[in-house]
């Protein structure tokens, strides 16, 4: 793609590295096919391609965003579907953040959009904040068709009930038996809170098969959400690096991190703080070191199978298959630990979680929900499994069977708990 960038805009790092991007882009459409969006509205500004352009344009003629480039945007599930299909290595992922980030500083929303932003923004990183937001949502429930449509999708996602946290505290967690590796695990924010057994079971593979897991003090968030809002979250990353930085020096051989969601941004941590002399080489190393469970559990290799197959539907979560690249390990851990594994048709298309996306796009996230429990629903699984408790929670309440995180039953399978959703 030809771009005509000014050498002044050409000498800020950032319009740099979207001209390299933007340059990469051949035209070829083939992203279009793999796009959610495209494939539910038909608008070639509802493709990966069309936003390229609105881009393009609105960062090379140096213009506030405009009401019709936001929507085409905000539209976007940041499912990196394209990039899996992109053949000339399109970082369609870095260019959407850019432009997210110009719409933040040059474009005021309408009040309300303002509101929730913000409110989901401050609310969801912080487990504390969000707990007392659940039992808020409960007791608004009654109401709930009173309200503004994105304030009825909350409500709507929002679980019954939710149990205590079971916050796994900072501290260090030994090895059973000798011990073959030593990992820091990213607690997180939101799955912490909506389904605390997710760690609990992640901790109790880890140890079982040799893993030395350390709680960090002084990690927080991961910054996803946030920064995928628009918000500059580079003070919130350079905290996190900090903190794991200083555990270096006890010996870390990775970052376990159970939400996929949160591992493709931690594995962004070097490119985000790439301009940062003080954070560049710490970050890019923090990066390095961060790894999906399901790439720990393979190189720990797991001991253990259940009798009997239990039909498992894998929903690849698109952060970890488009975002991490990371596709055939989970289902060759569930295959190897008894389960009858099956994949779901049209599996490379997002469920319409991402992140915030089923809160502010509410029809849109329905609409690819609702086929994607088609596809799961084809295959007539006993349980699925998902590698991101955003996937979980978006899928959980129609799909008619257990949704549960891989891990959980990776840790059943070798000596631990049954999954209580499967009780």
């Not at 985000?272 to 990066?287: M, Q």
Request: hydrophobic share 45%.
């Amino acid at each position: 793609m030809q771009t005509h960038f000014t050498l002044a805009q050409l000498a800020d790092p950032e319009i740099r590295d979207v001209n390299a991007i933007l340059r990469a882009c051949v035209h070829c459409g083939f992203c279009t096919a793999t796009c959610p969006t495209y494939v539910l509205l038909g608008d070639e500004l509802d493709g990966p391609r069309g936003r390229i352009y609105l881009i393009k344009e609105m960062l090379e003629r140096g213009r506030p965003a405009t009401e019709t480039v936001v929507k085409h945007i905000d539209r976007c599930l940041s499912c990196l579907a394209c990039m899996t299909t992109c053949p000339s290595g399109v970082n369609y992922m870095h260019l959407v953040d850019h432009g997210r980030r110009h719409i933040a500083r040059t474009y005021r929303r309408p009040l309300l959009d303002r509101w929730t932003r913000k409110l989901l923004g401050t609310i969801l990183p912080r487990p504390s904040l969000f707990r007392l937001a659940l039992t808020a949502a409960r007791l608004a429930q009654p109401m709930r068709t009173l309200l503004p449509a994105r304030l009825q999708a909350m409500l709507k996602l929002a679980p019954r009930s939710v149990g205590r946290s079971e916050v796994i505290e900072p501290g260090v967690l030994p090895a059973e038996g000798l011990r073959r590796m030593r990992v820091a695990l990213l607690v997180g924010c939101v799955q912490q809170v909506i389904d605390a057994a997710i760690n609990q079971a992640t901790v109790r593979l880890l140890r079982r098969h040799g893993a030395e897991v350390v709680v960090v003090s002084g990690v927080g968030c991961c910054g996803a959400l946030e920064h995928h809002l628009g918000h500059d979250v580079l003070d919130l990353l350079r905290a996190n690096v900090d903190a794991w930085t200083a555990e270096l020096g006890r010996g870390l051989d990775a970052i376990v991190i159970n939400a996929s969601g949160c591992g493709t941004m931690v594995k962004d941590y070097g490119f985000l703080l790439r301009t940062d002399p003080a954070y560049a080489a710490k970050a890019a190393r923090i990066s390095a070191l961060a790894k999906d469970v399901s790439e720990v559990a393979q190189q720990l290799g797991l001991n253990g199978a259940l009798p009997g197959a239990l039909r498992v539907a894998y929903h690849s979560a698109c952060s970890l298959q488009h975002g991490q690249k990371i596709h055939a390990g989970p289902k060759q851990l569930l295959q190897k630990a008894g389960f009858d594994v099956v994949d779901v048709p049209e599996g490379h298309l997002c469920c319409g979680s991402a992140g915030t996306y089923n809160m502010l796009q509410p029809a849109l996230a329905e609409a690819l929900r609702d086929r994607k429990l088609r596809n799961i629903a084809s295959v007539k699984p006993e349980v699925v499994a998902a590698g991101n408790i955003g996937c979980i929670t978006q899928l959980g309440a129609g799909v008619g069977v257990p949704v549960v995180h891989t891990v959980e039953l990776l840790d059943w399978a070798t000596g631990g708990p049954k999954p209580d959703a499967l009780g």
